[in-house]
T-cell receptor, first 112, second 111 residues
Framework: QKEVEQDPGPLSVPEGAIVSLNCTYS??????FMWYRQYSRKGPELLMY????GNKEDGRFTAQVDKSSKYISLFIRDSQPSDSATYLC????????????FGTGTQLKVEL | DAGITQSPRYKITETGRQVTLMCHQT?????MFWYRQDLGHGLRLIYY???????DKGEVPDGYVVSRSKTENFPLTLESATRSQTSVYFC??????????FGPGTRLTVL
């Protein structure tokens, strides 16, 4: 079993929908959680960064961490076709040498 | 150019040849990483480096060699390329915080 599980999709939604992307993990030592967005044929780019539990909001994006359930989510409000990409979750432990453990990514398509 | 760059962006080579992929970052980040990305496997760590002259194996190091004589450069060498090394390779760097910043990738095909 992988340390981080992520549904690969593809997930297809209409423009304007609220999107929920999720990851579960097994290592309770993870404290730092990230979401990356990767467009086709591009490198991953950091989208959201959160520490420990709670919510963080940035424009249309909200990252949520539930450490008791070992579950993290990324919500996208008012989704746009430009949000079509693969979304990867990543996480790390304190003092982990900046190494990240990645989910395999969820492919999202927002349709007009 | 500021940021992290990779070269070449595309490479076709033959089985058994030696190939070197270059990675250069301008942020003076201490940490650098090499990943390969394959369908169904996501990003897999090949090697990483905590500082110049300090490198360590990741999840899939076999068949690869790295060096880091300067903080800003982290080349990855495939000593004798195999078809199973056909992949997209990403370099990343990380500084004081633990978020990583990725390069644009090198698409490698081994015939």
């Amino acid at each position: 079993q992988k340390e981080v599980e992520q549904d690969p999709g593809p997930l297809s939604v209409p423009e304007g929908a609220i999107v929920s992307l999720n990851c579960t993990y097994s290592n309770s030592a993870f404290q730092y959680f990230m979401w990356y967005r990767q467009y086709s044929r591009k490198g991953p780019e950091l989208l959201m960064y959160t520490y420990s539990s709670g919510n963080k909001e940035d424009g249309r994006f909200t990252a949520q961490v539930d450490k008791s359930s070992k579950y993290i989510s990324l919500f996208i409000r008012d989704s746009q076709p430009s949000d079509s990409a693969t979304y990867l979750c990543a996480m790390t432990v304190p003092g982990g040498g900046n190494k990240l453990t990645f989910g395999t990514g969820t492919q999202l398509k927002v349709e007009l | 150019d500021a940021g992290i760059t990779q070269s070449p962006r595309y490479k076709i080579t033959e089985t058994g040849r030696q190939v070197t992929l270059m990675c250069h970052q301008t942020w003076s980040h201490s940490y650098m990483f090499w990943y390969r990305q394959d369908l169904g496997h996501g990003l897999r760590l090949i090697y990483y480096s905590a500082a110049a002259d300090i490198t360590d194996k990741g999840e899939v190091p076999d068949g690869y060699v790295v060096s880091r004589s300067k903080t800003e450069n982290f080349p990855l060498t495939l000593e004798s390329a195999t078809r199973s090394q056909t992949s997209v390779y990403f370099c990343a760097s990380s500084g004081v915080g633990n978020e990583q910043f990725f390069g644009p990738g090198t698409r490698l095909t081994v015939l």
